[in-house]
T-cell receptor, first 116, second 113 residues
Framework: AQKVTQTQTSISVMEKTTVTMDCVYE???????LFWYKQTASGEIVFLIR????KKENATVGHYSLNFQKPKSSIGLIITATQIEDSAVYFC?????????????WGLGTSLVVNP | GGIITQTPKFLIGQEGQKLTLKCQQN?????MYWYRQDSGKGLRLIYY???????QKGDLSEGYDASREKKSSFSLTVTSAQKNEMAVFLC????????????FGSGTRLTVL
């Protein structure tokens, strides 16, 4: 059965530091896609970054990067030089399956607080 | 760029009432979704639609109906509101269902009295 687990409920860091949020997943498929989304205090959810399972290179977008460890079924989100506005809830999600039968499975989220 | 508009932002209903939430997108996306988010929890899929007039049940479809009469709009009906139904309902869209990312609306917060 597919599953996405975010073990960290909340993290608090100081501004300008680097933070890593953990996510492990379970799937029977050999091909799948992993996503991280951010939900701000206003409730808005935005897409941050994505990793395709067949790609060995870790994805990077701005100050977001991923630590993809396929043998461990792990996809960590790394935020470098954190800013106050990075305070939000971060969701990890996985899509496996093919076409219209594919499902997007969500983790429960990690709340990040960036302190000045 | 595009936008997803959900109306209303806040919806207050009585227990047992039938309530409708609306969602419009101008991305010209094929697929649209309705998710429910309870406080402190993740997102649970209620319904999705891969094209106009298509409806697919998610994990939480019982107690809900959906309608996709146009490509740009997707509505969700709570058939009989329950007090334990207080949550935020999020609409999203994507180009199609497989690898594409989702774009979300700002949500409708439902309160049942």
């Amino acid at each position: 059965a597919q599953k996405v687990t975010q073990t960290q409920t909340s993290i608090s860091v100081m501004e300008k530091t680097t933070v890593t949020m953990d996510c492990v997943y379970e799937t029977q498929d050999s091909s799948y896609f992993l996503f991280w989304y951010k939900q701000t205090a206003s409730g808005e959810i935005v897409f941050l970054i994505r990793q395709d399972s067949y790609k060995k290179e870790n994805a990077t977008v701005g100050h977001y990067s991923l630590n993809f460890q396929k043998p461990k079924s792990s996809i960590g989100l790394i935020i470098t030089a954190t800013q106050i506005e990075d305070s939000a809830v971060y969701f990890c999600a996985m899509r496996d399956g093919v076409g219209d039968n594919s499902k997007l499975i969500w983790g429960l989220g990690t709340s990040l607080v960036v302190n000045p | 760029g595009g936008i997803i508009t959900q109306t209303p932002k806040f919806l207050i209903g009585q227990e047992g009432q039938k309530l409708t939430l609306k969602c419009q997108q101008n991305f010209n996306h094929d697929t649209m979704y309705w998710y429910r988010q309870d406080s402190g929890k993740g997102l649970r899929l209620i319904y999705y639609s891969i094209t106009e007039n298509d409806l697919q049940k998610g994990d939480l479809s019982e107690g809900y109906d959906a309608s996709r009469e146009k490509k740009s709009s997707f509505s969700l009906t709570v058939t009989s509101a329950q007090k334990n139904e207080m949550a935020v309902f999020l609409c999203a869209s994507s180009i199609e269902t497989s690898a594409e990312t989702l774009y979300f609306g700002s949500g409708t917060r439902l309160t049942v009295l």
